[in-house]
């Protein structure tokens, strides 16, 4: 297939080159924000073999994909997981790909980080709402920060450079944010603070969670001098140099300000259902074309048509007193 004369594009004229491919639905931890505490998972027998996972990758970066984030669930809890890792990295071997990523919580990176780096991968993002190990424990249920600050420093060592993600938690974590940044920016880590979303039902309200970054912001600029950084990642993050630190500090506003004009994502999740949308519920099943041929002609098909019901964006709302979820999937699934 000729990839140059058949783009991804979707209706609105974005061009798809980024897929966020979730391995698994499970984690070691039960964040609040994400998953309830008594959560049902997909049966093993349903998720794709780690060698479908690389085929499906693989046709997407046939049909065009720069960039691949691995992400879950946690995806360092899947087992065998670097064997994808491993064999994924041909792509950027071959240039075929701009970038091979995930996104992790850290409990297993003293484990993978050096072999992470061994298949390509440069940059990760780590998820750390708090330093505080009280709070990360009741933020996470299950989780030991001395665990993720070894896989830290194992990343570190490994030469990985690591962007810090925080979820913004009203009450919780607001105003631990200004150390936050000192922490993150004095170990050389980019920090992107990010807007709950109303994914998924959980045992708290919403509303409860939500912290509109524009707050914080403004609350952050009593500390520190944020001055709109020519940097651009590429994705939905506006970011700021920090003049006290020296540092970027990056804002995802997907409730106070929306992004969706630029959206170049796509997301799969580990049975190989395609979502358009993050926050859209339509969907596309990945899993039957890539199981009925040895042929990947009819998979890129079904891309191809996925990619034609792309819907403009998401339509999140937080506000008091409403307790519905935009989706009834958790981030978990998805993929973050
Ligand atoms: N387990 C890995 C981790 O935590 O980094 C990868 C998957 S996790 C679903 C990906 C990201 O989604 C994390 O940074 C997490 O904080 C974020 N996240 C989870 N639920 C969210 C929600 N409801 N709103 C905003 N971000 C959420
Ligand atoms: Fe697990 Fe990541 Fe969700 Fe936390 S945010 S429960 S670490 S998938």
């Given at each position: 297939?000729?990839?140059?004369?058949?783009?991804?594009?979707?209706?609105?004229?974005?061009?798809?080159?980024?897929?966020?491919?979730?391995?698994?639905?499970?984690?070691?931890?039960?964040?609040?924000?994400?998953?309830?505490?008594?959560?049902?998972?997909?049966?093993?027998?349903?998720?794709?073999?780690?060698?479908?996972?690389?085929?499906?990758?693989?046709?997407?970066?046939?049909?065009?994909?720069?960039?691949?984030?691995?992400?879950?669930?946690?995806?360092?809890?899947?087992?065998?997981?670097?064997?994808?890792?491993?064999?994924?990295?041909?792509?950027?071997?071959?240039?075929?790909?701009?970038?091979?990523?995930?996104?992790?919580?850290?409990?297993?990176?003293?484990?993978?980080?050096?072999?992470?780096?061994?298949?390509?991968?440069?940059?990760?993002?780590?998820?750390?709402?708090?330093?505080?190990?009280?709070?990360?424990?009741?933020?996470?249920?299950?989780?030991?920060?001395?665990?993720?600050?070894?896989?830290?420093?194992?990343?570190?060592?490994?030469?990985?450079?690591?962007?810090?993600?925080?979820?913004?938690?009203?009450?919780?974590?607001?105003?631990?944010?200004?150390?936050?940044?000192?922490?993150?920016?004095?170990?050389?880590?980019?920090?992107?603070?990010?807007?709950?979303?109303p994914?998924?039902e959980?045992?708290?309200?919403?509303?409860?969670?939500?912290?509109?970054?524009?707050?914080?912001?403004?609350?952050?600029?009593?500390?520190?001098?944020?001055?709109?950084?020519?940097?651009?990642?590429?994705?939905?993050?506006?970011?700021?140099?920090?003049?006290?630190?020296?540092?970027?500090?990056?804002?995802?506003?997907?409730?106070?300000?929306?992004?969706?004009?630029?959206?170049?994502?796509?997301?799969?999740?580990?049975?190989?259902?395609?979502?358009?949308?993050?926050?859209?519920?339509?969907?596309?099943?990945?899993?039957?074309?890539?199981?009925?041929?040895?042929?990947?002609?009819?998979?890129?098909?079904?891309?191809?048509?996925?990619?034609?019901?792309?819907?403009?964006?998401?339509?999140?709302l937080?506000?008091?007193?409403q307790s519905h979820a935009s989706?009834?999937?958790?981030?978990?699934?998805?993929?973050?």
């Amino acid at each position: 297939m000729n990839t140059l004369a058949a783009p991804l594009v979707d209706p609105f004229g974005r061009a798809i080159t980024y897929i966020r491919v979730s391995v698994t639905d499970r984690c070691d931890f039960r964040c609040v924000y994400c998953m309830s505490e008594d959560m049902t998972f997909l049966p093993k027998q349903d998720l794709l073999s780690l060698e479908e996972l690389d085929r499906l990758c693989s046709a997407f970066v046939r049909l065009g994909t720069r960039k691949i984030r691995v992400t879950g669930g946690e995806p360092l809890v899947r087992r065998g997981i670097m064997s994808l890792f491993r064999s994924l990295s041909r792509h950027v071997g071959s240039s075929a790909l701009d970038e091979l990523t995930l996104t992790t919580n850290g409990s297993q990176l003293a484990k993978y980080a050096a072999e992470l780096r061994d298949c390509g991968v440069e940059r990760i993002n780590v998820s750390l709402d708090t330093l505080d190990p009280q709070k990360f424990k009741a933020l996470t249920r299950w989780g030991d920060i001395a665990q993720v600050m070894k896989g830290l420093d194992a990343a570190d060592a490994a030469g990985l450079k690591v962007k810090i993600n925080a979820v913004a938690l009203k009450g919780v974590n607001d105003a631990e944010a200004g150390d936050l940044i000192a922490w993150a920016h004095g170990r050389g880590y980019d920090l992107t603070f990010i807007e709950v979303m109303p994914l998924g039902e959980i045992e708290n309200a919403r509303f409860d969670q939500y912290l509109p970054l524009t707050e914080l912001r403004a609350s952050l600029s009593q500390r520190y001098t944020l001055e709109p950084s020519l940097y651009a990642s590429g994705g939905p993050a506006r970011y700021f140099d920090v003049a006290e630190t020296g540092g970027r500090l990056g804002f995802i506003t997907p409730l106070t300000h929306n992004f969706c004009e630029s959206c170049n994502r796509v997301r799969v999740t580990c049975t190989g259902t395609m979502y358009m949308c993050l926050g859209q519920d339509d969907a596309a099943d990945l899993r039957t074309p890539l199981r009925r041929s040895e042929s990947d002609e009819p998979l890129e098909q079904a891309i191809r048509a996925a990619i034609t019901r792309k819907p403009k964006g998401h339509d999140f709302l937080i506000e008091r007193g409403q307790s519905h979820a935009s989706t009834r999937r958790h981030m978990s699934v998805t993929g973050g």
